[in-house]
C-alpha cells in the first residue's frame, strides 16, 4: 500500500533510512496474473514512476508473489512505465515492446502478495490483490489484466482497481461473418484431406467441395441448404470459409454464435479455437458426437485472444461438425456468426503505457456490503449494510431487492431480469435497522414480508455523487450481477402410511437432514 505524501514526508523527517521511498514515487499500476490462454507464460507487473525525475532501479526486486531483481542500469524515467514478465519471448509475441524478465515463479490466481522494495530492502511497494468483490475478476477472454484506476490511489484497495476494458464492447463489434452466409462444404463420407488437418490450411485446394448457404442440415424446417443424403450415409460435414480482415491488430476479441447439433471444432487459421460436444479435438470423419443436442438457440463462444491466429488480408475459418449418430439421429444442422471487437486498447492489457481505465477524478465506490442475518427464515427482517469509502453531503445511497419465487428463476440475460427492483435508501442515522449514527456503516432494512421461506432475495447496492455519478456492487466485470440470500425454515417433518389400513410413520426434521437435501 503506498503512504499518502504527508505521511511520507513525516516519515522522511522521522526515519532517514526511508528515503529511497520518498524520491522513487513509483507504483505498481498493472497486473496480468491470469491470461486468457492458460498456457501462454505472459503474466506481467507493471511499474509506474508518478514523479517528473527517473529512478534508477538497479538492483530492485519483485518479492513474495514471484522473484526479480532488476539487472544494473535498469530505469524508469520521469512518468513513464516499466513491465517485468514471466517470458519476455511469449511476451513480445502477444503484446509487444520490451520486457524485463523472466521471473522465477507464478502469478496465483485467485490473489497473493506482491511487494516492490528497493536495493537497500526498503519497501518501496506491496498489493495484494484478491479475487472476488471489490477485486475485479479476470481470466475469460479477451483477456483482462487489473489495472489501478489513478496512481495516487491506495493500490491495496481493489476498489481503486478496475479490469483494463472501457466503453461499451457492444457498440464496437464489426460482423466477419454473418448467420446464413455461404460456406464451402464436403460430405463426411471420407477424411476432407490427407493427411487429415491439411483441409484447414490456407493452401489446401477445395476441388469437390459444395457450396451453400447456412443453416445446412436436415430434419428441420429452417434448413436453407439441405442435406437429403445425411442420414444412414454419413456423420460428419467439413466446412470452409475465406474472410478478408482489415486492421487485424486492432481487433481485442472474437465472439462466435453458433447454432448446431450436435457437435462441432472450429480452427483459424489451422489453430484450434472453440469446440462442444466432441471428445476430441482431432476426430475422425466417423466419429460420433458425445452426445445428442435439442437446442435451437445460437450458443455464443469467447475465443482465445485473436492476436496469436488472426492475420492481415485472408483468413480460412473451418468448421468440423458432427452428429450424434449415422441413422438414429432425426435431424443435423449448423449456422455461424463470428463478430470481432476493435479496438485492443480498450479491450485487455496496456503494459508500457498508461491504464485504459485511468480517470483524473475519484469515483465513488463502496468499500463492503454485507446482509445479516446471513440465511434468514420467513418473516424475519433483514438488514443490508455498506461502507461507502466518501461520503459527501450530496450524495446518496440506497439498496434495490428482487423477490425470486421458488420455480421461478430469471436468468440474468432474460429481459425480467431489470424488471421488479424494490429501492430502500439507506441511512446512518442509527434509524431503521442502522446500528450506529454516524460510525460510517449505511444500513437498510428489507421488511418480514419479503423474506419467505425457499424464496430467493437478490440485492445490490449504489452510490451516486452530487455530479451523477453512480457505482454499483457487486461492481462491472464480476461475474455474479447481484448479492443475494434465501430464505429457509428448515425441512418440514414427514408422515404417511403405506396403506390405508397401516400405522402411520412420521420422520421429524432432523432423521430427514441426515440425507442430502435439494431445492428444484
Known amino acids: 500500500m503506498r503512504l499518502p505524501v504527508t505521511y511520507r514526508l513525516f516519515f522522511l523527517v522521522t526515519f532517514t533510512s526511508l528515503t529511497a521511498l520518498a524520491k522513487g514515487a513509483v507504483a505498481i499500476n498493472e497486473i496480468h496474473h491470469d491470461p486468457d490462454v492458460k498456457t501462454e ?27 526479480f531483481t532488476f539487472p544494473d542500469g535498469s530505469k524508469i524515467g520521469g512518468g513513464g512505465f516499466v513491465v517485468v514478465t514471466h517470458n519476455p519471448a511469449q511476451f513480445k509475441a502477444k503484446f509487444g515492446g520490451s520486457p524485463l524478465g523472466p521471473w522465477l515463479g507464478k502469478l496465483d490466481n485467485g490473489g497473493e502478495r506482491i511487494e516492490l522494495r528497493d536495493a537497500t530492502g526498503q519497501l518501496v511497494d506491496r498489493v495484494r490483490y484478491r479475487l472476488g468483490f471489490p477485486w ?61 488437418t491439411v483441409w484447414r490450411k490456407a493452401a489446401f485446394t477445395e476441388s469437390g467441395w459444395l457450396t451453400g448457404r447456412t443453416p445446412i442440415g436436415y430434419g428441420e ?34 465472439k462466435l454464435a453458433l447454432q448446431f447439433d450436435d457437435a462441432f471444432n472450429m480452427w483459424i487459421n489451422g489453430r484450434h479455437v472453440a469446440g462442444s460436444n466432441i471428445s476430441t479435438k482431432e476426430p475422425r470423419f466417423s466419429t460420433g458426437a458425445s452426445s445428442t443436442i435439442e437446442e435451437h438457440d445460437y450458443v455464443e463462444f469467447d475465443l482465445p485472444s485473436p492476436g496469436g ?25 449448423i449456422d ?35 446482509h445479516t442475518p446471513r440465511q434468514p427464515k420467513g418473516g424475519e427482517a433483514v438488514v443490508i449494510t455498506t461502507v461507502p469509502a466518501v461520503k459527501d453531503d450530496g450524495s446518496e445511497i440506497y439498496a434495490e431487492y428482487q423477490l425470486v419465487r421458488p420455480g421461478s428463476y430469471v436468468h440474468i440475460d432474460e429481459s425480467a431480469y431489470e ?17 450506529q449514527a454516524s460510525d460510517g456503516v449505511f444500513s437498510a432494512t428489507v421488511p418480514k414480508s419479503v423474506q419467505q421461506h425457499r424464496h ?51 420422520y421429524d426434521s432432523q432423521a430427514l437432514t441426515r440425507v442430502p437435501v435439494y431445492h428444484l
Open 419 to 435: 424488471r421488479n427492483w424494490s429501492k430502500l435508501p439507506m441511512n446512518d442515522l442509527g434509524q431503521a435497522g442502522d446500528a
Open 41 to 67: 507464460l505472459v503474466e506481467f507487473i507493471e511499474l509506474h514512476n508518478t514523479a517528473a525525475e527517473p529512478v534508477d532501479l538497479s538492483g530492485w526486486v519483485i518479492g513474495d508473489a514471484v522473484v
Open 221 to 254: 424446417n429452417f434448413m436453407k441448404t439441405t442435406l437429403g443424403d445425411m442420414r444412414n450415409g454419413y456423420t460428419s460435414v467439413y466446412f470452409r470459409k475465406k474472410i478478408t480482415v482489415k486492421d487485424a491488430k486492432k481487433i481485442g476479441a472474437l
Open 136 to 196: 475485479p475478476i479476470v481470466g475469460d477472454p479477451p483477456g483482462y489484466s487489473i489495472e489501478l484506476i489513478h496512481p495516487d490511489l491506495d493500490n491495496n484497495d481493489g476498489h481503486n482497481w478496475r479490469p483494463s476494458v472501457r466503453g461499451d464492447a457492444s457498440t464496437k463489434a464489426n460482423t466477419l461473418v454473418a448467420k446464413g452466409s455461404s460456406w464451402k462444404y464436403f460430405k463426411g463420407t471420407k477424411e476432407a484431406s490427407s493427411p487429415r
Open 456 to 506: 430467493l432475495v437478490r440485492y445490490r447496492v449504489s452510490v451516486k455523487n452530487a455530479t451523477g455519478q453512480v457505482a454499483t456492487a457487486p461492481y462491472p466485470g464480476d461475474p455474479s450481477p447481484n448479492f443475494a440470500y434465501f430464505c429457509y425454515d428448515g425441512i418440514p417433518s414427514w408422515s404417511a402410511k403405506a396403506k390405508p389400513s397401516a400405522k402411520v410413520v412420521e
Open 309 to 333: 491466429y488472426l492475420i492481415e488480408g485472408e483468413n480460412i475459418l473451418a468448421i468440423q461438425a458432427h452428429n450424434a449418430s449415422k441413422g438414429g439421429s432425426s435431424d443435423f444442422f
Open 336 to 370: 455461424v456468426e463470428l463478430k470481432a471487437t476493435v479496438g485492443p486498447a480498450n479491450r485487455g492489457p496496456t503494459p508500457g503505457a498508461r491504464n485504459s481505465v485511468f480517470a483524473t477524478e475519484p469515483l465513488p465506490r463502496l468499500a463492503k456490503v454485507e
